[in-house]
C-alpha cells in the first residue's frame, strides 16, 4: 500500500542521528580508496584528497542493514504484500498487461509529500503538537463547498499541522514561469479560514489538470521553503498533503547525507527526494536512482567533496548510506547537492531522473521504468512524484 511522507519522517529523523553515528567513520570527510583528486567540487580543505565515488554499489554493506536494500546483486523487484510477502508489482501501466495479479494494487498512484491520501494518520493527530501547530481541531475534514479540495501542510518530520504559511498552487507537474492558480495561508491564528478547517488547512478549488504542484513559502524561523512536483488530485472533495520542514531540520537533513566536518548546505545546491511506486502505487523494493544532465545526456556522478552529489536510500525504517537500491518497506531516496535550475545563473538547464530496476526474472540487468525532467529549487527540500512511464516491451 502506499504510504505518505508522513509514515516515515518521524522515525527519519530519530533515525538520522543513530546511523551517522554508525556510519561517521564510513564516510568521514573523505575516501581516499576512491583515488579522487579533488572531483567536480575541489577538495574539502583537509590534507585528504576527495573525488568521484563509484556509481554502482561497492557490494559492502553496512553492519546490521537489512539484506533487502544492500545485496551485491540487483533483485527483481517487489512490492510488500499482507504478512510481508513479497509479490511482483502492477507493471501494466508501462507493459500494457492487465495488471500483477500478486500487487496489492488498491492504494492509487498517490501518496508522498503533498499526497492525495491521508497515510492513515488522522487529523487530530496530525494538527496537534508541534510549535506552530496551534490548537487541536476535530478529528474529521470538512465538507468543501462544492468543486473545491483541501489543502494540508504539515510538518516534514512530526506530521503536525503547519498553520498561517502561505501556499502556492500550480496546475500540472511545473512551476517554473507558471502563474499559480491558488494562494492561500494556511488557517491558523491569524488566518481564521473557513470555521469547518482545522488548522494548517485551505480549501482550492478544483484544478482542470489531474496533478498539482506547490510552494509553500518561507516563514522565517518556522520553517523553510519546500516545493513539490506532481501530486495527485482527488476526486472532490479529496484531500492533497504538502509539506515543509523547519530551517534546524533542513540542514540535520543536509548534513547526514554529506557527512563533512565544519560543512554547510551550499546557497546554489538544494534536496531531491521521492519515493519510487509502481502503477498501484506501492513502495517498490529493488529500483535504483539515476540523475543526468539532460544537456549533455551523463550522468552526474556522485563524489565526496563538498559539492559533489550523494545518494542515500532506506532500509526498512532509516536513511541508510550502505543501501544499494530501495527498500520494498521504505521505497525512498534522497540526493544532496543537486544543482538547481529553478532560479538563478543555472535557470534553465536541464536535469533528468529516472528510476532502473528489474521487472522480472529473464531481466539480467536494470531496465530503465520511469524518468522525468525535474526543476530543482535550491536550498530547500524538493519532492517529486515519478510515476512508471517508459513503456516496456
Not at 126 to 139: C, E, L, V
Not at 195 to 202: A, E, H, I, M, V
Not at 203 to 211: D, E, I
Not at 268 to 290: E, F, H, W
Amino acid at each position: 500500500m502506499a504510504r505518505s511522507l508522513a509514515a516515515w519522517t518521524s522515525v527519519f529523523f530519530v533515525g538520522m542521528g543513530l546511523v551517522a553515528l554508525a556510519c561517521s567513520s564510513d564516510e568521514g570527510g573523505s575516501d581516499p580508496a576512491t583515488g579522487g583528486t579533488g572531483g567536480t567540487g575541489g577538495g574539502t580543505g583537509g590534507a585528504t584528497a576527495c573525488g568521484p565515488t563509484p556509481l554502482g554499489f561497492s557490494g559492502e554493506c553496512k553492519g546490521g542493514a537489512p539484506e533487502q536494500c544492500c545485496g551485491a546483486a540487483m533483485p527483481v523487484m517487489k512490492v510488500r504484500g499482507k504478512n510481508d510477502a513479497l509479490l511482483d508489482p502492477d507493471w501494466s501501466c508501462i507493459t500494457g498487461s492487465g495488471g500483477s495479479s500478486g500487487s496489492g494494487g488498491s492504494s492509487g498512484s498517490g501518496g508522498s509529500a503533498g499526497s492525495a491520501t491521508d497515510g492513515g494518520t488522522p487529523d487530530a493527530a496530525a494538527d496537534g503538537g508541534g510549535a506552530d501547530a496551534g490548537a487541536p481541531d476535530a478529528a474529521t475534514d470538512a465538507a468543501p463547498p462544492s468543486s473545491q479540495n483541501i489543502f494540508q501542510v504539515e510538518d516534514f518530520s512530526s506530521g503536525n499541522a503547519v498553520v498561517d504559511i502561505e501556499v502556492e498552487l500550480f496546475e500540472g507537474e511545473a512551476i517554473v514561469d507558471k502563474t499559480p492558480f491558488h494562494t492561500a495561508f494556511t488557517k491558523g491564528p491569524l488566518n481564521a479560514g473557513d470555521p469547518t478547517l482545522n488548522n494548517g488547512q485551505f480549501f482550492f478549488p478544483h484544478p482542470s489538470s489531474k496533478y498539482i504542484s506547490y510552494r509553500v513559502k518561507e516563514k522565517p524561523g518556522v520553517a523553510k521553503e519546500f516545493v513539490g512536483f506532481g501530486e495527485e488530485v482527488p476526486a472532490v472533495p479529496g484531500k492533497v498533503v504538502g509539506n515543509t520542514l523547519s530551517p534546524d531540520l533542513y540542514l540535520q537533513l543536509a548534513t547526514f547525507v554529506v557527512p563533512l566536518p565544519g560543512w554547510s548546505p551550499p546557497d546554489d545546491l538544494s534536496i531531491l527526494t521521492g519515493p519510487v511506486r509502481d502503477c498501484s502505487g506501492d513502495d517498490v523494493g529493488g529500483a535504483r536512482v539515476r540523475y543526468f544532465d539532460e544537456e549533455t545526456n551523463t550522468e552526474v556522478e556522485p563524489g565526496s567533496c563538498e559539492r559533489d552529489i550523494r545518494y542515500v536510500y532506506f532500509d526498512a525504517q532509516y536513511p541508510n548510506p550502505k543501501c544499494a537500491y530501495t527498500d520494498y518497506r521504505q521505497s525512498l531516496w534522497v540526493i544532496a547537492n543537486a544543482p538547481a535550475n529553478a532560479a538563478g545563473p543555472n535557470k534553465g538547464h536541464k536535469y533528468r531522473i529516472e528510476y532502473w530496476g528489474r521487472l522480472k526474472d529473464s531481466d539480467t540487468e536494470a531496465v530503465k521504468f520511469a524518468e522525468k525532467s525535474i526543476e530543482v529549487y535550491a536550498k530547500t527540500v524538493n519532492v517529486h512524484q515519478i510515476r512508471p512511464n517508459v513503456p516496456q516491451k
